[in-house]
């Protein structure tokens, strides 16, 4: 893993953040409608300076990428390339759909709500995952183990904090050659 990493989403009604580094996790998670550009930032810089962690201390940085509020992953995304070109270190991209699925047993589908009558489904095996695709909600059928916003009463819940997760995936995906 590349250490220290800091991960971060706002691709949901919230604004997430972890520092993963060799001493430890420190996470946050904020839910919030509106104002997640304005709370990023202090966010992160609440963290690393909880972490002990200065930004030039970062090896890598790891941001969810959705699917989400169209907005929430824009913001996430500009906030991590900029920042990740500022001081030289790789961003990387995580999904919802992985995040969700990291540390649940396998084999697995992510069912996420899309509204407006649709669903996001992903199908993770032992050792690969499939396409995330898009549903009407109505037109998904799936046997066997499933988590996700949309999997009804029999979703499992996720292993770790959305944030968290980023931060595990991101920190093992930095070392991967390009493209990432």
């Not at 919030?32 to 304005?38: F, L, P, R, V």
């Not at 920042?83 to 047993?105: F, M, N, Q, S, Y």
Request: with cysteine; charged share 15%; aromatic share 4%.
């Amino acid at each position: 893993m590349l250490l220290p990493i800091l991960a971060f989403d706002t691709s949901a009604a919230h604004c997430a953040a972890a520092l993963l580094w060799d001493g430890g996790l420190i996470q946050r998670h904020e839910p919030m409608e509106k104002g997640q550009a304005e709370r990023l930032i202090p966010l992160l810089e609440e963290v690393l300076a909880e972490g002990g962690i200065s930004w030039r201390d970062l090896k890598a940085m790891a941001v969810g990428t959705g699917p989400g509020n169209f907005t929430g992953v824009r913001i996430a995304v500009a906030a991590a390339r900029g920042l990740a070109l500022g001081l030289g270190i790789p961003a990387v991209g995580v999904t919802r759909l992985e995040a969700l699925a990291h540390d649940l047993a396998r084999p697995l589908t992510v069912v996420e709500d899309a509204r407006r009558g649709e669903v996001y489904v992903q199908a993770f095996t032992e050792t690969d995952a499939g396409p995330a695709s898009l549903h009407p909600i109505n037109a998904v059928s799936v046997n066997g183990p499933v988590t996700g916003s949309a999997a009804g009463s029999a979703a499992l819940a996720p292993a770790l904090p959305i944030a968290e997760a980023i931060a595990r995936i991101g920190a093992l995906r930095a070392l991967a050659p390009q493209p990432r």
